[in-house]
């Protein structure tokens, strides 16, 4: 069973999602302030909910903290809209932020995709915690140093392991299946975002940013991600 920590100082949502992942299978422990939230994370922890305004240290301020703890998915839950904001939180280790107010299946759903991403980098580490050949099978999407698996929801980048939300998931897939042609955004919203309330240009940039990031992090002397500016993205011609 997975351990979901949830750090949230308003004590009715505190307790309307402890009640909600129990129903759905998961345990929970909620701490109401970002220093008990740090006092509760340990080795049983799988994932954590985090509220951003928290008395004392802000969740921002708690997120590196937390994660040198324990490397475990970081779920951010706010009701900023600010891109800014969304980016610097990526940049500072959250993995994952969901708006509030929110749907529960909605957070359900991103919970469970960053639970089985970061089972998946874990079985694909090494006994010296290096990545292996993740990717190997016949029907795998490649670009440059890019390997994508969509059946096991892989994708892997200069040899390494890259752990992507859903919708980074889907737009690095649809780059990989329009290497010759630009993806405007209304293709994008279509495929990626299903013309969902949430999709907006600032969405699909805070995505593309974190996206761009990650590729940037695998491989850092190569962009992949070309801006076509008013018309959408596509994958940079020149590749290694």
């Known amino acids: 069973m997975k351990t979901i920590l949830i750090i949230e100082d308003d004590n009715d949502i505190n307790k309307m999602l402890t009640k909600l992942l129990m129903m759905k299978g998961y345990a929970a422990k909620s701490a109401y302030s970002g220093t008990e939230g ?4 340990g080795d049983d922890i799988d994932l954590i909910l985090l509220d951003l ?3 004392g240290k802000n969740g921002d301020e708690i997120i590196s903290d937390l994660k040198a703890k324990k490397e475990v998915p970081i779920i951010v839950m706010s009701a900023i809209t600010d891109v800014g904001s969304k980016v610097n939180l990526f940049e500072l280790g959250a993995d994952d932020y969901i708006t509030k107010p929110f749907e529960n299946e909605e957070l359900l759903a991103r919970i469970s995709v960053r639970l089985k991403r970061a089972e998946a980098v874990a079985g694909n580490k090494g006994d010296d915690g290096s990545s292996g050949d993740a990717l190997a099978g016949e029907h795998i999407l490649e ?5 994508l698996d969509s059946d096991n929801f892989m994708a892997e980048c200069n040899g390494t392991v890259m752990d992507l939300s859903k919708h980074e998931f889907l737009l690095l897939e649809l780059f990989l299946k329009n290497q010759k042609r630009i993806c405007t955004k209304s293709m994008i919203y279509d495929q990626v975002w299903d013309y969902e309330n949430s999709a907006d240009d600032n969405t699909l940039n805070v995505h593309i940013s974190k996206l761009r990031k990650k590729l940037k992090d695998a491989e850092p002397d190569f962009d992949y991600i070309e801006t076509v500016w008013g018309i959408g993205y596509r994958l ?5």
């Open 38 to 41: 740090l006092l509760l994370h």
């Open 53 to 55: 305004m928290l008395p």
């Open 143 to 147: 670009y440059g140093n890019i390997k």
């Open 236 to 240: 940079r011609k020149n590749t290694k």
